[in-house]
């Protein structure tokens, strides 16, 4: 006991959804090696193995049980620092979820280790003696000429997913032994490079060669590009010489075969940034006006809402404030809701900025992101432009925030847990840096408008556009009416809106059509029963894919061949309902064959750089029409749209939530600013059949001010944001019976300590997804109250103690603190 109080201790945070830390113990060996932030190699559980990271130094070995050794320390310098851990502090206590939750959304995968299981033969295995069946026969062959094998390759080989009932029996036999290996995903990216023999050096030597290989045209081509290569570059890589003297391989083998040529590796990266010439230029007056605002109000406050109007210009505004940061030497995060938005964002600010601008998002291999973490760590990068999990990143010196577009909802995280709001974060980021934030937005969240409505927040505007270009004219088109009295053109396309797309392109002009709906159309439905195909996993209607001729699940990805008859009735009168976007894409092609047009959804961009060549494209007017999702909403800038058309407004006026007409009236605003961004006034044609709906009119008569006091008045008078914080308690299992009983049990743990009001439990709009049945139970917590964290402890306990009933160990539940 003496010994083990001067015994050194970790604790360790593991990438895994566990409630606490664990202590593990430091050999003297590694006692100078350890540093907090670093990572190390341990044992948890029976077998596997684990990098996990140095979360605190002490000298208590843990109470309740004997600490194991840490088998080694993986790296030279620590990969997280003791700032980021403070924020990851804060993220696991406000969000309700653990720091290993933590760590496996902050730390890129690679970064990330954890044991593989390999099989090896047993050498004492006597096969005379054993009875196997033909699979294990078939096992034992591949370890005879192999040796070693990974779970997959076995599973290939018996051609079955469940492999551990035959390992289990192997292992009973004695014909196998489990062993666990830690692998080091991340790898250097390495060059291959040429440089000349030493004993050529001599210049006489060099002329002998000459001598040698002029009866040799393509080894001579080849030592001469190299040396002419070798005036401009350090590292000469083999594929840069080969493709300077059009050669090829095998001359170049033969002269590193003689030792003409000695070959010697070396790292690169795998981010490769072109250098650009950097652009200046001038602020406006209203520009000018606003940098000087924003200043000014930082003296007093941490945080200033930028409000400007679509194409205002708050784009040159961010630059400048970058530009002083970067004098200081400091660090600035830009954050942005889409990946869609990032790359036409990086683009504009590296016209500025160069090769010190990066951008962060999940597109990024895992390789990708371990050299973009490191980099920003060291202060490489100095400004990171990203989507919600670039706010993770270690920043070595920040200087300031930007969040663009702060309204969006794609700053929230759904699943898996830490379900974080990323402009939160980043404002908490801020504060523990010392560092202020900008909030961006024309059309700002009802929470940030009421932060800064009640001087919690400076508030800036900018009311008019660059140019002074005027606001585009919107109008209504009224299918309901069109329907009416047959004029409309096609199925979605009213009379109105197709004229103004003729206009647009006869007078070579681009055009922009949103729909907030993916696929072909949303549904099926049998005309005579009026029966709906749902998906087999979750509860909801199956969307109809043209491209793939199918009916789809947006939630789980279940797909299901069109059916010829209704599966209720027998009925073979079914018909399509509603529209996506592939449907209007197809509308458009039958109405302007003559027209390029595209389509912008989650369908159309899979690939790693799918948003940016189809954003690429548009820009570059090689294609007329735009068709897209909410993608299109996002702060992006195209020079030639005159028209923005909205095929149904509907859906989003209607939609079942208490945020629908905030969210409704921001995504139409934002749609609308992408028409008419320069030189000219632009055109909002906006199909709806509810013309004379209070959101519609607030946006005709440009009053968003009145909607939000109207919404405010709403949310004070049924207990919602601004006013209360909520929190949502999630219940999941795949037996309906159980959840049901679990959320009633646990509303009844969570009464007689959680001082606030409480709904439920209730099925959500969704309530099964992927076969597992969904309750939740709301929690509505006053901004007054004084007792938010005893709330939030109180619930994180009545979870865990609905956990360690063992009818309900099964059941998923987590907490979701400020629900999108």
Not at 95 to 105: F, K
Not at 188 to 199: G, P, V
Not at 271 to 282: G, H
Not at 584 to 613: F, M, Q, S
């Amino acid at each position: 006991m003496q010994e083990e109080n001067f015994a050194t201790f970790v604790n360790v945070i593991l990438p895994l959804h566990l409630q606490q830390v664990y202590t593990y113990r430091v050999p003297a060996e590694w006692e100078q090696e350890i540093a907090i932030g670093k990572r190390v190699a341990i044992q948890f559980g029976a077998k596997k193995v684990y990098s996990a990271l140095i979360y605190q130094i002490h000298h208590q070995p843990p109470k309740n049980y004997e600490a194991k050794y840490i088998y080694s320390v993986l790296d030279e310098s620590p990969v997280v620092d003791a700032q980021n851990f403070l924020f990851w502090d804060w993220i696991s206590k406000y969000y309700l979820c653990s720091l290993g939750d933590v760590m496996q959304a902050a730390l890129p995968a690679a970064l990330k280790l954890e044991s593989a299981t390999r099989v090896i033969a047993n050498p004492s295995f006597e096969l005379n003696q054993t009875v196997l069946d033909d699979k294990e026969y078939l096992v034992y062959e591949a370890l005879e000429i192999r040796h070693e094998l990974t779970l997959e390759e076995i599973a290939e080989i018996i051609q079955l997913k469940n492999v551990f009932p035959l390992l289990k029996s192997m292992v009973k036999k004695e014909m196998i032994l489990i062993k666990e290996e830690l692998e080091e995903r991340y790898k250097e990216k390495k060059l291959t490079c040429l440089k000349l023999a030493t004993q050529f050096d001599d210049e006489a030597a060099l002329e002998a060669l000459f001598a040698v290989l002029e009866r040799n045209e393509k080894q001579l081509n080849i030592l001469m590009a190299y040396l002419h290569l070798k005036q401009h570059e350090t590292d000469i890589d083999r594929a840069l010489l080969l493709k300077t003297c059009n050669g090829t391989t095998a001359p170049l083998n033969t002269l590193i075969k003689k030792g003409i040529f000695e070959t010697y590796q070396i790292s690169i990266d795998r981010i490769q940034i072109a250098a650009t010439p950097l652009q200046k230029f001038e602020l406006n007056e209203a520009q000018e006006l606003a940098l000087t605002q924003i200043k000014n109000q930082w003296e007093e406050k941490e945080i200033v809402l930028l409000q400007g109007v679509t194409g205002s210009g708050k784009t040159h505004v961010y630059v400048r404030l970058i530009q002083e940061q970067m004098a200081l030497g400091k660090q600035v995060l830009f954050l942005l809701p889409e990946i869609a938005l990032t790359s036409q964002i990086v683009k504009r600010i590296r016209k500025f900025f160069g090769e010190a601008c990066i951008s962060y998002h999940s597109k990024f291999n895992d390789q990708e992101k371990v050299e973009i973490w490191h980099k920003v760590k060291e202060g490489k990068y100095q400004i990171v432009i990203g989507a919600r999990s670039a706010v993770f990143l270690p920043f070595a010196n920040l200087g300031l925030c930007i969040v663009d577009e702060e309204h969006e909802g794609s700053y929230k995280q759904q699943d898996p847990a830490p379900r974080y709001h990323a402009r939160d974060a980043a404002m908490m980021l801020a504060k523990l840096n010392h560092c202020k934030t900008i909030l961006g937005s024309a059309t700002p969240s009802l929470e940030v408008h009421f932060m800064a409505q009640q001087n919690k927040y400076g508030w800036v505007k900018m009311d008019n556009r660059f140019f002074d270009v005027a606001m585009p004219a919107i109008e209504t088109a009224n299918i309901a009416e069109e329907r009416r009295v047959k004029t409309m053109v096609k199925e979605d396309i009213s009379f109105q809106l197709s004229q103004g797309i003729e206009q647009a392109l006869a007078n070579n002009e681009q055009v922009i059509l949103f729909q907030n709906r993916r696929g072909y159309a949303p549904f099926l439905s049998c005309n005579t029963c009026e029966w709906v195909p749902k998906c087999q996993n979750c509860d909801i209607s199956l969307t109809y894919h043209k491209y793939i001729d199918s009916l789809k699940c947006h939630y789980c990805g279940y797909t299901a061949q069109q059916p010829k008859t209704c599966g209720a009735c027998g009925s073979t009168h079914l018909s399509l309902k509603g529209v996506g976007t592939e449907k209007v894409e197809d509308e458009l092609n039958e109405l302007y064959p003559l027209a390029r047009i595209a389509r912008l959804d989650l369908d159309a961009a899979k690939t790693k750089n799918g948003h940016e060549e189809i954003i690429r494209s548009f820009e570059e007017q090689q294609f007329d029409i735009l068709v897209g999702t909410q993608m299109l909403s996002k702060g992006l800038d195209f020079e030639h749209v005159s028209l923005v058309g909205v095929i149904n407004a509907d859906s989003l006026l209607s939609f079942p939530d208490f945020r629908a007409h905030e969210r409704a009236m921001q995504l139409l605003m934002q749609v609308s600013g992408r028409a008419g961004r320069k030189h000219k006034q632009g055109k909002v044609i906006i199909q709806t059949s509810m013309p004379n709906h209070f959101v519609l009119q607030a946006l005709l008569n440009k009053q968003y001010e009145a909607l939000m006091e109207r919404e405010l008045e709403e949310r004070q008078k049924f207990a919602y944001p601004p006013f209360f914080r909520i929190i949502k308690v999630v219940l999941k299992h795949k037996d309906f019976k159980v959840v049901e009983q679990a959320a009633l049990r646990l509303k009844y743990l969570m009464q007689g300590n959680v001082k606030a009001t409480m709904l439920g439990p209730e099925s959500p709009y969704v309530s099964k997804i992927r076969n597992f049945y969904i309750k939740e139970i709301l929690v509505k917590i006053s901004r007054t109250n004084p007792e938010l964290e005893s709330i939030k402890q109180a619930i994180k306990k009545a979870m865990a103690d609905l956990g360690q009933e063992k009818v309900f160990r099964s059941v998923i539940v987590f907490a979701d603190v400020d629900p999108g």
